[in-house]
Each structure stands twice: as C-alpha cells, then as structure tokens.
C-alpha cells in the first residue's frame, strides 16, 4: 500500500511555479460551465459526514453565494468537476483517466498543498492516495457486496515509522450504517489491545439535540458524583474546573475535571507571574505531573456524549454544549459540599477550555456573587 510512485513525481513536479501554473491554464480552459457550491462537491470518501462532521456540501445560486466562505466549481463539455476555486486563490485542479481521478491542490500563496489519486472500480472507491510532501496516507477500502466493511489506512511522516490505522463500518439490518470504530493496528495488521475508540453512532428514532443535551446532563451529573469521592482530601482545593476545548469541542467531551491545591496556588503566588493565568488554565494545573485530573469513562456517558456532538457539528454550534456547562456548575457546587471536599473560603467552581485560548475570568466573574469576585480580586487572583 505505498503511495505510487506517480504521485511522488507529480507533487514534485507542480511544487514548480511554471509547471502548477501550466497545469491551471490547461484546465481553466476546459472548462464550460461553474457553478457555487457550499462545500467541495468532488469530495467523495465513503462516509464523509458521519467521519469528519458538519453539514453535507450543497449546489448554491449564483445569487447566495458568497467567494469568501463557498467554493467555485468549474465543469468540463462532459459534465465533471475540474477545478475548484476557493476564497484566497486557493484552488484544486482534477485530472481523469479510465478508473482514476488525479487532484493537485494548491495554498493561497500558489505553493503546493497536495496531490492525491483515487482509483475505482463499478463506481465503488477502492484506493486512495495522499501525498503532502513530509506526510501522506495510501488507504484501501473493502466491501462485501456494495456496503462497505473497513478502510485500512497506512499514515507515514518524514523520519517517523508509518503506521496502521482502520475505519470498520457497522450496519444495521436494514443496511443503514449504524456505528463507525477506528481501531490502530500492529505492523502484523491486528488491532492494538485497547485500542478501539468509537467515532460514529447512529442517531436513534426520535431522538433531537434537545434529548440528547437533557440525557448528557442527567448521565454526566450522575458520573460527577463518583469522581467527586475519588478526589485526594489531603489538602483544601481553592478550584474546581470543567474542562473543555473551545476549538474541538468533540475532543474533550463529555467534559472532564481538574482541581487546583493550596499548595500549587501557593507556588503560583510565591513566583508572582501571570497569576491569574496559572491558576485558572487546566493545561498548567495538569502539567505539575500530580493527579490533578479525572476524565469520564462510563460507556452510557460517551456514547450520548458522541451523539451530542455530531448533533452539534451538523448545526455548527457549541451551545448546546455551553448550556450543559452551565447547567452542571451550580449542581457541582452542591455535590462538593454534599462531599465534604476541604476547600479553601474563596474557594470557585467554574468552567474552562482546556486549550486556554478563551479567558475563564470572564465566565466567572459573570455567575460570581459581587463579594466573591471581589474577595478573589482582593487578593490578587483573578
């Protein structure tokens, strides 16, 4: 399953101005007829949506598209995508032979970004190629009659071992595509032990983002009360954090935990820089090498969280998620008492993105009483 050698030639090839520039002129004036579209349209990897999230690509009217936001798509006398044009001069070229698309695709700035080559058989994708220069996928796929079972993947990087990747695909007896696992294999091609991590759930009958949110509460306010009595007493907490990451909401959720001790705020206050930052950014708590941290493994808990998520990723909002958030802090703050968790008198019961890019000061500050606020304030830590 190594990347043909074509593809390696071609990406070095169009990483040449004059070759890439050819290359877009040839096709350019090919082409017959564009048309907007939300999204790429020539975009064909099984299962795309219920991989990757968000909404299907749709066909636009000249009249709602935006350049900004939507892709340009060129046709051919013969009715196929051959070039797509995106906001900042960002465009992708598609070459045909008999049973095989070739696409090269460029940055903003003209270098290249990459060259791919998918192959095909009765209509069905059976193999694709990547190639990125420092990096790159060969994948093959498998199917049992016109469903496909599992795509095996070989992912490599430049001085780094490749490894072994596979996407299997679980339908339901009406054919419907039920569940997607990715497991990580060994260089024997058997599944890693423990390695399994589902990506996908179908959503039930009856089921809406309303449902789903109510259900992660309730599942996620019943796993918080068994993490609660797993937290060290050794020493008070002057904070309780529930994490989660603003820019990939579904990489941290459900949400998880992480306390701040006395004795790490201490440490903070004695080097006396960026204190308020240290104190409140998850990253720099766990980072202390302690065991400042829980993360939630009940199954029940993951699987709604899962559904959550590709709920949200198909309206492309995180409030549903915010709301639950919210929700769950004043519940964690009677269960801290309920626990008889040693806190500090200032101690905060908050929420924060794990990344540190958004500022948890202002949430805070919003859901505080006035004299807390100003406790904290007082006493330099906010």
């Known amino acids: 399953m190594n990347s043909p050698s074509e593809i390696q030639a071609l990406y070095s090839k169009f990483s040449g101005a004059e070759a890439s520039e050819r290359l877009r002129a040839e096709i350019r004036s090919q082409v017959a007829s564009w048309r907007w579209a939300s999204d790429s349209m020539s975009f064909d990897e099984p299962y795309a949506r219920e991989l990757f999230g968000g909404p299907a690509a749709r066909w636009l ?20 995508i051959v070039i797509e044009c995106r906001s900042n001069a960002r465009e992708q070229v598609c070459l045909y032979t008999p049973g095989q698309r070739t696409t090269v695709s460029w940055h903003g700035g003209g270098s290249i970004d990459s060259v791919s080559q998918s192959r095909y058989e009765e209509g069905r994708l059976v193999a694709h190629h990547m190639h990125l220069g420092y990096r790159g996928m ?45 497991q990580y294999l060994d260089t024997q091609g058997q599944p890693e032990p423990g390695a399994d991590r589902l990506l996908y759930l179908r959503l039930p009958r009856g089921e809406t983002l309303k449902t789903v949110e109510a259900r992660v509460q309730q599942l996620l306010e019943q796993s918080l009360a068994t993490a609660l009595q797993q937290i060290p007493r050794g020493e008070p907490l002057y904070g309780l954090l529930l994490c989660y990451t603003h820019e990939d909401l579904t990489a941290a959720w459900p949400p998880f935990l992480v306390w701040g001790r006395e004795s790490y705020r201490r440490a903070v206050l004695e080097r006396g820089e960026e204190i308020p930052y240290y104190l409140w950014a998850p990253d720099e708590i766990r980072g202390m090498g302690e065991a400042d941290e829980h993360w939630f493994s009940d199954e029940a808990l993951g699987e709604a969280c899962l559904l959550h998520g590709q709920l949200m990723e198909m309206k492309q909002s995180n409030a549903s998620a915010m709301r639950v958030l919210r929700h769950m802090l004043p519940l964690l703050e009677s269960m801290v008492r309920q626990a008889g968790l040693p806190v500090t008198d200032d101690f905060v019961v908050a929420f924060a993105d794990n990344t540190g890019e958004v500022d948890p000061l202002k949430a805070m500050k919003a859901r505080l009483p006035d004299a807390h606020w100003a406790l904290l304030k007082q006493r330099g830590l906010v």
């Open 138 to 182: 060969d994948s093959r796929y498998e199917y049992d009659g016109r469903q496909l079972q599992c795509s095996v993947t070989r992912n490599w990087e430049t001085r780094e071992k490749p490894w072994l990747t596979r996407h299997v695909f679980v339908h339901g007896a009406d054919g419907v595509l039920d569940r997607i696992h990715l």
């Open 61 to 80: 009217s000249d009249g709602r598209a935006d350049p900004q936001k939507h892709v340009h798509h060129g046709f051919d006398a013969q009715g196929r």
